[in-house]
């Protein structure tokens, strides 16, 4: 990236203030892409544990797979997943809050006795499963926002801040070049100025 100038105080003062924000910046986006990227594994080993804990669960109840037969379909379904946002890092991010079901009534007196322990079970299978969703997202949006900040660092580090600093480098060079040529013309014109004069007594005398 080319970083546009002119040989002039305007704009060294304009591209020095341009390099102290990215200086002074450059230490926070680093701080922030450190916080993102261990908030993106924390989230990732979450989602996994979850889904770990769901397939432990799924093997736990195993025994009761005969039984689902005799299970009503429908009988228990998901109206509404309620969801948190949450900052993490300054990032806004997804937090689950609360599940909410629609149990149909039936009758405890003509269906099984484990009707009650399915319902709850299923509960608690639906919200390792959402709750691993959620947390999957998470770690989606923080990554993304992580690659991001990464862009703007190496941006920063690698590309504006040694820009600047060139330019201003090649602006001071020109302005003190600009000085010097006009002090050296400023003493030839000075010492022109004393020969001519010095030529004009004599010709007086």
Not at 80 to 108: Q, S
Not at 125 to 141: D, F, T, W
Not at 161 to 175: C, H, T, V
Request: net charge positive; hydrophobic share 40%.
């Amino acid at each position: 990236m080319a970083i546009k100038f002119q040989y002039n105080k305007t704009s060294l003062n304009t591209i020095s203030k341009q390099l102290k924000m990215r200086k002074n910046a450059l230490p926070t986006l680093k701080n922030k892409e450190s916080a993102l990227r261990i908030s993106v594994i924390a989230a990732k080993a979450k989602s996994e544990k979850l889904i770990a804990d769901l397939e432990d669960a799924l093997r736990r109840y195993d025994y009761l797979a005969a039984l689902w037969n005799e299970f009503e379909p429908g009988l228990i379904s998901i109206t509404d997943v309620e969801l948190d946002t949450v900052k993490v890092a300054g990032v806004k991010t997804p937090e689950l809050r609360e599940i909410h079901y629609e149990i149909r009534e039936f009758n405890a007196f003509a269906k099984p006795a484990w009707y009650a322990d399915g319902v709850a079970i299923l509960k608690e299978l639906s919200r390792l499963g959402i709750e691993s969703e959620v947390y999957l997202e998470k770690s989606r949006i923080l990554d993304y926002q992580r690659k991001k900040t990464t862009q703007k660092v190496n941006l920063y580090e690698k590309v504006q801040i040694p820009g600047y600093q060139e330019a201003i480098r090649k602006i001071k060079r020109y302005m003190e070049d600009e000085e010097n040529l006009s002090k050296a013309a400023s003493k030839i014109v000075k010492s022109r100025h004393a020969a001519e004069e010095a030529e004009e007594e004599q010709n007086n005398d």
